[in-house]
């Protein structure tokens, strides 16, 4: 007979400074307290429960930016994950910065592949063994490519391509043979789908036997198997946590057994942590002193539904930009906007929350055929499939209209007029993007330089807005067909 053994994994991921709880149909949901609470009553009741978080706990939130994630970890280490991977955005503030929270989290937080060439040296331990009633319990950390987007740099290097990160996995899990593992779980940041191709290449005899992943903020109403290994997500925030209630066979070190549910967090089966609150509330006072002034008034709520679609509050932010920086046509990273909808006061709390990332921006000059093979490679078939890749919101005078079917563009104009192939355009950008622009825009941005020296606009994004946001006694926008997709 085999020896069967229980272990109960609880999983984050994605939590993005979602420290408060919302309230739906006269009920709480969410919030970091009842997280927190869940956590803790499950460990009280259920022996061999293990808690894990698969990266991105940090932005999302005031509270973060403003303590640049300092509050944030102690926020965590209040909530006292057993053990937690890296995301790309808690890169957001500098590697130095990273690798000074993480000598202050009290929990640890490991990544395999991240390092220094030369000397070649790992950043952060690769991986983590609880031991657990007899068993030994191992997770490696494993990032998404995304967090090299943050970081260009000539001594710093990463496993980013998914073979690469294949091979880390067999290197360290051959590494502890050593020991007697039971049970193998990879905490990645890499996205859902790049969680199924990476489950495909790995060795069984490595003896990997889960994958909880984040990045793409996957809901799932069952995990996923490839290649005999259970893949699961468990969405984004703190609305909901995954559970795995496994059986271990620890003589032949796999899952004998196992169920998975996405629990939600609410207060009927979620008891409040009452310091989590206090500390919470603590770090709120501070900034509400401070971000709670009114900058203006929406004539109405805009909203930002999708990041791969024309949005209300994107035109508005791209036409602010366009109109006091003078170029011909803004472009707007979609996911730089982070809130689905801002209300009819604007604060500057709803700024900061809407539009965290203060980036330079920078005006460079572009051919009608230079910018029409940067939306080429923006409308490819990934971005309709949503698989997590770079769109963009357009000033006002923009109108593209692109037809799926044919997967071709029927018209592009500015100002009313077709694009000129070989007509020059000044195009604004985002420093982020401009630093990642091959892989963004698929040709190398020495192309643009030949056409003129680029310029700075300005070190920051949010001094335009404030500065406009006063000028203007009520702000609107409105969708009106920047972004045409036709299917026939």
């Not at 043979?177 to 990476?198: A, C, N, P």
Request: aromatic share 10%; hydrophobic share 40%; with cysteine.
């Amino acid at each position: 007979m085999p020896t069967l053994k229980n272990l109960t994994i609880l999983h984050s991921n994605d939590l993005h400074g979602d420290f408060h709880a919302d309230e739906i149909d006269e009920d709480l949901l969410g919030g970091i307290s009842m997280l927190s609470g869940y956590v803790a009553k499950v460990r009280s009741e259920v022996p061999n429960t293990i808690y894990c978080i698969a990266g991105d706990m940090l932005q999302g939130s005031i509270i973060d930016s403003d303590y640049l994630g300092l509050s944030t970890i102690e926020i965590m280490n209040l909530l006292n994950p057993d053990v937690a991977s890296i995301g790309n955005h808690e890169i957001d503030y500098g590697l130095a910065h990273l690798l000074f929270l993480e000598r202050c989290a009290k929990f640890p937080i490991v990544n395999a592949n991240f390092y220094i060439k030369n000397p070649y040296t790992r950043l952060f331990k690769p991986c983590k063994v609880i031991r657990m009633d007899g068993m030994n319990i191992k997770f490696i950390g494993i990032t998404t490519e995304d967090i090299m987007k943050g970081i260009q740099s000539d001594f710093l290097g990463s496993f980013v391509d998914i073979e690469d990160a294949a091979c880390e996995v067999g290197h360290i899990c051959n590494a502890y043979k050593s020991v007697d593992i039971d049970f193998t779980v990879l905490l990645t940041h890499i996205g859902f789908e790049e969680d199924k191709r990476l489950a495909a290449m790995l060795d069984p005899e490595w003896g990997v036997d889960l994958i909880i992943g984040g990045h793409t903020h996957t809901i799932l109403e069952q995990p996923e198997m490839v290649n005999g290994i259970l893949i699961a997500q468990a969405g984004v925030g703190t609305k909901q946590i995954g559970r795995f209630d496994i059986v271990v066979d620890t003589d032949a070190n796999v899952a004998h057994d196992f169920s998975w549910e996405l629990i939600s967090i609410k207060a009927k089966n979620c008891p409040r942590d009452i310091e989590m609150e206090n500390t919470v509330l603590r770090f709120k006072d501070e900034v509400d002193q401070k971000y709670d002034r009114v900058l203006c008034r929406l004539k109405r709520s805009l909203t930002h539904p999708d990041r791969y679609q024309e949005t209300e509050l994107g035109n508005l932010l791209c036409d602010i930009l366009q109109k006091e920086l003078g170029v011909d046509i803004m472009m707007l990273g979609s996911g730089s906007i982070r809130k689905k909808a801002v209300p009819t006061i604007m604060t500057l709390r709803e700024m900061h929350e809407m539009f965290p990332y203060d980036d330079k921006l920078k005006q460079f000059s572009v051919t009608g055929d230079q910018f029409k093979r940067m939306l080429a490679f923006i409308f490819r078939e990934e971005m309709f499939n949503k698989d997590h890749t770079e769109f963009y919101q357009f000033s006002r005078g923009i109108k593209i209209r692109f037809n799926r079917a044919r997967m071709e563009f029927e018209s592009i104009e500015l100002n009313g007029a077709p694009l000129q192939h070989d007509g020059l355009y000044t195009i604004g950008l985002q420093d982020f993007h401009i630093a990642n622009f091959s892989q963004f825009f698929g040709f190398p941005i020495e192309e643009l330089l030949e056409n003129a020296k680029p310029r700075v606009l300005t070190t920051s994004a949010h001094d335009i807005f404030l500065e406009h946001f006063a000028t203007v006694a009520v702000l609107k926008s409105r969708v009106e067909g920047r972004i045409v997709v036709v299917t026939d």
